[in-house]
T-cell receptor, first 115, second 113 residues
Framework: SQKIEQNSEALNIQEGKTATLTCNYTNYSPAYLQWYRQDPGRGPVFLLLIRENEKEKRKERLKVTFDTTLKQSLFHITASQPADSATYLCALDSGSGGGADGLTFGKGTHLIIQP | DAGVTQSPTHLIKTRGQQVTLRCSPKSGHDTVSWYQQALGQGPQFIFQYYEEEERQRGNFPDRFSGHQFPNYSSELNVNALLLGDSALYLC????????????FGPGTRLTVL
């Protein structure tokens, strides 16, 4: 069965450093991989989408890489700030529905940026 | 421009009861997906509606059913509630043919006693 693994424990990073989150998957061939941010008691917020034929995507302080051979995505936040503290979710999308498909999410990584 | 809205915010039910949750998609969106998120877990895909039809379905029993209306709003119905149905229920909307990102609502917190 499909399986998505994210850092199971909270990740503590000092303010100003780069935070790197990992998403590994098995038994899946996604057309897209998406990253979302979720704050306590709120719905996830879309951050970045990367296609299977893309190696890297950037948006401001965020960078995502996608290695379909390793079946892994890395999510980087540079110059991290306490406001970046949240849970970050990795989601796989088969891209087969002709539009947005139902996403398969990992459990998420709780990121804490310490001042 | 209003984003995705959901009602109610919180709901408490007892085992065996039935519940209906509601969702209004973001303006311009035509597809609605429902997710269940248990505490400490990622969202689990329940089903997706497009053009008033169920287009995709996740691994959920048929106690979970839904509907989409002509104005694209949607309802999620859960019958014969179990304690394990306690979770945050999230609605997400998107526009078919556009990018695949989904816009989530704030969720409905359902507690089954």
């Amino acid at each position: 069965s499909q399986k998505i693994e994210q850092n199971s424990e909270a990740l503590n990073i000092q303010e100003g450093k780069t935070a790197t989150l990992t998403c590994n998957y098995t038994n899946y061939s996604p057309a897209y991989l998406q990253w979302y941010r979720q704050d306590p008691g709120r719905g996830p917020v879309f951050l970045l989408l990367i296609r299977e034929n893309e190696k890297e995507k950037r948006k401001e302080r965020l960078k995502v890489t996608f290695d379909t051979t390793l079946k892994q995505s890395l999510f980087h936040i540079t110059a991290s700030q306490p406001a970046d503290s949240a849970t970050y979710l990795c989601a796989l999308d088969s891209g087969s529905g002709g539009g947005a498909d139902g996403l398969t999410f990992g459990k998420g990584t709780h990121l804490i940026i310490q001042p | 421009d209003a984003g995705v809205t959901q009602s109610p915010t919180h709901l408490i039910k007892t085992r065996g009861q039935q519940v209906t949750l509601r969702c209004s998609p973001k303006s311009g969106h035509d597809t609605v997906s429902w997710y269940q998120q248990a505490l400490g877990q990622g969202p689990q895909f329940i089903f997706q509606y497009y053009e008033e039809e169920e287009r995709q379905r996740g691994n959920f029993p048929d106690r979970f059913s839904g509907h989409q209306f002509p104005n694209y709003s949607s309802e999620l119905n859960v019958n014969a509630l179990l304690l394990g149905d306690s979770a945050l229920y999230l609605c997400a909307s998107s526009k078919t043919g556009a990018t695949n990102e989904q816009f989530f609502g704030p969720g409905t917190r359902l507690t089954v006693l």
